[in-house]
């Protein structure tokens, strides 16, 4: 994903796996609170799921309307639970338990 891309061609954007399964549509869209580059996307999984599950932007690729990403649905699925207010963003501990989960 090039960081030409701007937050709100991401939101409301149709994200998919690395096995192109549709995950959902993106909710959120956070910065990295370093470099200010986009870094996360979250995505319900299911029509009954309430939970936002947050996935690395690294890897991604967008195609007009939709986002791939770099991995599969069980990996986004077991993602560790992380509970924010929108406005306020991942803390540094957050991201960091995140950036391990998913080998970053």
């Known amino acids: 994903m ?6 709100h061609e991401l939101q409301d954007a149709t994200a998919w796996d690395s096995k192109d399964h549709k995950l959902g549509l993106v909710g959120q869209v956070h910065r990295d609170k370093d470099t200010g580059r986009l870094a996360w996307i979250t995505v319900s999984l299911g029509l009954l799921e309430t939970r936002e599950h947050f996935i690395p932007l ?3 690729r967008v195609e007009g309307t939709n986002v791939h990403v770099a991995y599969d649905h069980d990996t986004i699925k077991d993602s560790p639970h992380i509970d924010i ?9 957050d991201e960091a338990k995140l950036s391990r989960y998913y080998g970053l």
């Open 2 to 7: 090039t960081q030409r891309q701007d937050i």
């Open 85 to 93: 207010e929108p406005e306020m963003g991942l803390s540094p501990d």
């Open 58 to 60: 690294a890897g991604a």
